[in-house]
């Protein structure tokens, strides 16, 4: 079964750094993978989407990288800044029976003014 | 527009009631799906509807209970609930067509089983 983990669970900086988010999954047999935002109490805001053969994507200050064969993706922020705080899980769609995506456990970001 | 909606946005109910979450979007997408969400926890998929074809998560119990009216509305039916069902429940969407499988997110419905 597919396990998505996500590192660290935690983080905290200072506005205006550039900060790295992990994503890793353990079945490379993925047919994309979903990153998103979720504010306290409030649904998820999607960010980003990797298909399998696509190696990143970037929106504006976001790139996100994807490595199947390791099994790893990485959220890249650029000049963080204090709105950029929330949580980010990142999901990967893998069509198996039912469960067709399977989500990390997400990391919270708090970036301090 | 890229809007997946959820009523009611709040929705406290005691164990012998029943009651119903609703989600809409007009993005024509052909897949909609039901998760439930506890504090500091991820998504749990419960239902996926694809192509008007129902998909269970085995493990919801029987008081859920899905309906997809037309491809573009999704209800979740609710009937005596327990207080561990108490969650952040949301809904999404995607095209599923072969070619766009991102996933659209509603604000959610929080619920309350006293």
């Known amino acids: 079964k597919q396990e998505v983990t996500q590192i660290p669970a935690a983080l905290s900086v200072p506005e205006g750094e550039n900060l790295v988010l992990n994503c890793s999954f353990t079945d490379s047999a993925i047919y994309n993978l979903q990153w998103f935002r979720q504010d306290p109490g409030k649904g998820l805001t999607s960010l980003l989407l990797?298909?399998?053969?696509?190696r990143e994507q970037t929106s504006g200050r976001l790139n996100a990288s994807l490595d199947k064969s390791s099994g790893r993706s990485t959220l890249y922020i650029a000049a963080s800044q204090p709105g950029d705080s929330a949580t980010y899980l990142c999901?990967?769609?893998?069509?198996?029976?039912?469960?067709?995506?399977?989500f990390g456990s997400g990391t919270k970001l708090n970036v301090k003014p | 527009d890229t809007e997946v909606t959820q009523t009611p946005k709040h929705l406290v109910m005691g164990m012998t009631n029943k009651k119903s979450l609703k989600c809409e979007q007009h993005m024509g997408h052909r897949a909609m799906y039901w998760y439930k969400q506890k504090a500091k926890k991820p998504p749990e998929l419960m239902f996926v509807y694809s192509y008007e074809k129902l998909s269970i998560n085995e493990s919801v119990p029987s008081r859920f209970s899905p309906e997809c009216p037309n491809s573009s509305l999704l209800n979740l039916h609710l009937h005596a609930l327990q207080p561990e069902d108490s969650a952040l429940y949301l809904c999404?969407?995607?095209?599923?067509?072969?070619?766009?499988?991102?996933?659209?997110f509603g604000p959610g419905t929080r619920l309350t089983v006293t």
């Open positions: 999404a969407s995607s095209q599923d067509d072969g070619s766009s499988y991102e996933q659209y």
């Open positions: 999901a990967v769609d893998q069509r198996d029976n039912f469960n067709k995506f399977y």
């Open positions: 990797i298909q399998s053969s696509q």
